[in-house]
């Protein structure tokens, strides 16, 4: 069956990088588009990034385009997102998902010093 797993999340302080990690299997990773979405505290999911079969296509939220790099190895069907300069703003559970059908379970990331 279709799984996604996150990881990467944890404790951070402000102004570090997280590598977060979407380890896909059950699907020919390869084939599809892929998007990471954040839940704050208390807030709605937010879209934060696309990226198209082959990476040709990338794009990312303006309100952290500067700082978030989403990326692919269809290799290893795993999806990344960088990100830098953490802000405690990003604190959120992480979700990576397959089209509307298909959702891990999410990472925790908390910004805080």
């Known amino acids: 069956q279709v799984q996604l797993v996150e990881s990467g999340g944890g404790l951070a302080q402000p102004g570090s990088s997280l590598r977060l990690a979407c380890a896909t299997s059950g699907f020919p990773f390869g084939d599809f588009p892929m998007t990471w979405v954040r839940q704050a505290p208390g807030k709605g999911l937010e879209w934060v990034s696309h990226?198209?079969?082959?990476?040709?296509?990338?794009r990312v939220a303006d309100s952290v385009k500067d700082r978030f790099i989403v990326s692919r190895d269809n290799a290893e069907n795993t999806m990344y997102l960088d990100i830098k300069r953490l802000e405690p703003e990003d604190t959120a559970v992480y979700y990576c998902?397959?089209?509307?059908?298909?959702w891990g379970r999410g990472t925790q990331v908390t910004v805080s010093s």
């Open positions: 990226i198209t079969s082959n990476s040709a296509d990338v």
């Open positions: 998902a397959q089209g509307v059908g298909f």
